[in-house]
């Protein structure tokens, strides 16, 4: 169970023209990032958790039984192609705005410490951390040339781990150790996961008690790869849909 949360969200608001969805273009309008503080791991109780046996390798993927299913979620995608395909070919852009980036910089600044064992999961060539003395920065996405390129994984000597999560949504056979990070990091990420619910409780799995989860996003994505019940919400919306899966 987790004994403290902290969600902070801060908006950036930008002119710009009705919302038009054009396969050719990222949305960007007004930006929201959330925080998520978790002072412990997302798991509820568990006989493994109980007997101290958190740094043991799991024998399931899902310590906590049963996981809830957001049911009143539209899970489709407008582009159906495997992901696989989708992220074959390396794209060294940055998918968000400045001001965000800074901001998301000084939110990870204040909340993760010197020290550290980081794993930036769904990540690309960058990974917006600040300039900390930072124990390791372990990388998770789906292009290998992307991952190599990160700074912060080349910095520490950080571990590359390759994985198409909705296809399994665990990091079982890349992370087998329980409470193995002390801040874990989705950004602009979160939007394109079919089964997300899965993915957090794994999550609270490799997660140290007192550690942090920060789940960050923007209204700019690729739309065609997003859930259409994403697309549908508002930013609010949103925000709530990415609390209820790390409740259930």
Not at 145 to 163: C, P, Q, S, V, Y
């Amino acid at each position: 169970k987790t004994n403290h949360r902290r969600i902070t969200m801060s908006q950036h608001h930008h002119h710009h023209p009705p919302k038009t969805f054009t396969p050719s273009s990222l949305l960007s309008f007004s930006t929201l990032l959330l925080l998520f503080a978790i002072s412990n791991a997302l798991t509820t109780s568990s006989p493994s958790n109980n007997n101290n046996n958190n740094n043991k390798s799991p024998s399931t993927p899902i310590l906590r039984q049963p996981i809830g299913r957001i049911t009143n979620l539209q899970r489709v995608k407008i582009d159906l192609e495997i992901d696989d395909i989708f992220y074959a070919q390396p794209n060294m852009d940055v998918h968000a705005d400045k001001a965000f980036r800074i901001k998301l910089t000084s939110l990870y600044d204040e909340l993760i410490k010197d020290g550290d064992v980081v794993l930036d999961m769904m990540s690309s060539h960058v990974s917006h951390l600040p300039n900390k003395q930072l124990g390791r920065v372990d990388v998770h996405g789906m292009n290998q040339a992307e991952l190599l390129a990160n700074k912060a994984r080349i910095e520490t000597n950080g571990k590359i781990f390759l994985r198409n999560l909705n296809e399994n949504p665990s990091f079982l056979d890349l992370i087998n150790t329980n409470a193995s990070y002390d801040a874990i990091l989705c950004c602009v990420g979160v939007q394109y996961l079919e089964e997300a619910e899965a993915v957090f409780a794994e999550v609270g799995r490799i997660l140290k008690p007192g550690g942090v989860v920060i789940v960050s996003f923007t209204n700019r994505f690729f739309y065609q790869k997003a859930l259409t019940g994403w697309i549908e919400r508002g930013m609010s919306g949103r925000a709530t849909l990415v609390c209820d899966y790390l409740r259930a």
